[in-house]
């Protein structure tokens, strides 16, 4: 009877499944929805808890001096609008210099291949440290002379170029191939193919990559200080050696970079799940 009884249930509840299907993915959905609510907050929770104990330790071990902090903070912070000029500015420029080194590299064309990668290798071979300097300090001996602002950006965006040429590279091959046969098929010239097909397809896929560079980017735009860019590092680096205090300003500088880079990285997360979305809906 037992055994029935279970069997009757089941049955019943198998009926009511395909009786009502939209009752059943409302309530999936409802306990997706509470789950990831649920990971969320003990994700929260476990930060508070995590920074909230370090700044504690940092408060009770006497070495940190509020009233610095107070003081040479608004300093440092006003350093925020010039890191993300450069970082914006130099991102840009990379993608152009990107776009420009990635059909060079595809190129069938020997001489432009070779200078494409020509620029490649000889970027990605030395560090970016150098091309800062060499930009702001070698080029003026050759008659180039740039201000501090324009040279960091040009060394910035000339170093992420060359990475993000193999990354639009990689795009443009991972265009299937059937795509550009068809558009010769219907008359349309290799410029055009790669303007109005393959190109649009192609940045579609590498946004992802090109929004990790811009977070590294913003966190590499300290190297600019060098150049006395007075960006967030140079302010803090700055402000801690008038007063001693070396740690509170490094301390600031890096939670902002931090703050920046978990923004961005938020921000970078919803465009990607929107993205993933529309092929979806493709």
């Known amino acids: ?150 040279g960091g950006i040009l060394a910035l965006s000339f170093n992420y170029g060359a990475y993000l040429t193999e990354i639009f590279r990689a795009g443009v091959e991972a265009i299937p191939r059937g795509q550009r046969e068809a558009a010769q098929a219907l008359g349309m010239t290799e410029r055009s193919i790669m303007r109005r097909v393959i190109l649009p397809q192609a940045i579609r896929i590498v946004i992802p990559a090109i929004g990790n560079d811009f977070i590294s980017m913003t966190k590499d735009s300290a190297l600019v200080s060098l150049v006395t860019i007075q960006e967030v590092f140079w302010r803090a680096q700055n402000a801690g050696t008038q007063s001693f205090r070396t740690f509170e300003a490094l301390m600031i500088a890096a939670m902002v970079y931090w703050v920046m880079t978990i923004v961005f990285s938020l921000g970078q997360e919803r465009l990607e799940r929107r993205m993933a979305e529309g092929d979806v809906r493709l």
């Open 1 to 150: 009877m037992s055994y029935a009884g279970g069997g009757g249930a089941a049955q019943a509840d198998e009926g009511f499944r395909l009786a009502h299907p939209d009752v059943i993915v409302a309530r999936i959905a409802a306990s997706r929805a509470r789950a990831r609510l649920r990971f969320r907050m003990i994700f929260v929770l476990t930060w508070i808890v995590l920074v909230g104990g370090l700044a504690a330790a940092l408060a009770e071990s006497g070495k940190v001096d509020p009233s610095f902090i107070a003081k040479w903070g608004p300093f440092i912070l006003q350093g925020i609008p010039v890191t993300l000029f450069v970082s914006v500015c130099s991102i840009v420029l990379a993608v152009v210099f990107a776009l420009f080194g990635a059909l060079g590299r595809l190129s069938r064309n020997p001489p432009v291949y070779a200078i494409a990668t020509l620029y490649v290798s000889l970027v990605r071979g030395t560090p970016l440290i150098v091309q800062i300097i060499f930009v702001y300090l070698a080029l003026p001996q050759f008659g180039i002379v740039l201000d501090a602002l324009t």
